[in-house]
């Protein structure tokens, strides 16, 4: 009888290290980079550059519409993004900071709300080019050689603002080289090969993009002087 009492109590503990086992390999699993499972890894709605992304809501968008900060001289660097949440508009800022390059930012008209997720899903799939507050004046464009264009990886390419610089602005024969945030879609996803066919009469150096992840863009700027200085626009 006593060893009956025995096996059964060894039985429960034993049970009971498999049940607490078993716990601590579901929570390993809910802590898994969301960026790299699941459908919406890379959509706008999954800390992205986003509404739940680092740097704001959606009033963040607040644009600094004109070109600023730079002479505009003739074989210049230009800086163009779109950001939302402001994971991207950081990036740039930090871009700045390092070449002092003039630096413009997109603005949807209407800005992105609550309907983020679905409203940039339906842009993408059907070709949807949001209208901008402002594009770069041609002469303006005209005056650089270089474009260090910015943007988050929305639903795995551009969001549709940039889309709509691309085809808005004549960038022939001006070399444009990607930044972006992403949050599992390191290699941009299809973002790079979008830039390409769009703009096949430039130079798109799309082996040199700089890849950072949303949630790592706060502390990136050691890895921002590495690239600048990999790309010759060091200062």
């Known amino acids: 009888m006593g060893k009956e009492k025995v096996k059964k109590g060894f039985r429960k503990i034993v049970a009971a290290a ?130 260090l264009l910015g943007f988050p990886i929305w639903w795995y390419d551009l969001p549709m603002p940039v889309w709509t610089f691309l085809e808005g602005c004549d960038l022939s024969g001006k070399t444009i080289i990607p930044f972006f945030t992403h949050n599992g879609s390191s290699n941009g996803a299809g973002s790079l090969g979008t830039i390409e066919e769009l703009c096949p009469d430039s130079t798109v150096r799309s082996d040199d993009a700089l890849s950072i992840p949303g949630r790592s863009v706060d502390g990136s700027e050691t890895e921002v002087k590495e690239w600048l200085t990999e790309i010759g626009l060091a200062q």
């Not at 968008?61 to 949440?85: C, P, Q, R």
């Open 18 to 147: 498999m049940a607490c086992m078993l716990i601590l390999a579901c929570a390993g699993c809910g802590n898994t980079d969301s960026g790299n499972t699941g459908a919406a890894a890379d959509s706008p709605a999954n800390g992205n550059d986003n509404i739940s992304g680092q740097g704001g809501a959606a009033g963040s968008n607040a644009a600094d519409e004109t070109v600023e900060n730079g002479s505009g001289a003739e074989g210049g660097v230009l800086i163009v993004y779109f950001s939302h949440s402001g994971n991207t508009h950081k990036l740039a800022e930090m871009i700045q900071t390092e070449t002092g390059a003039d630096i413009f930012r997109l603005t949807p008209v209407e800005a992105y709300g609550d309907d983020l997720f679905e409203r940039a899903q339906d842009e993408l799939n059907n070709g949807i080019r949001p209208e901008l507050t402002e594009l770069p004046e041609q002469e303006v464009i005209d005056q650089y050689d270089t474009i």
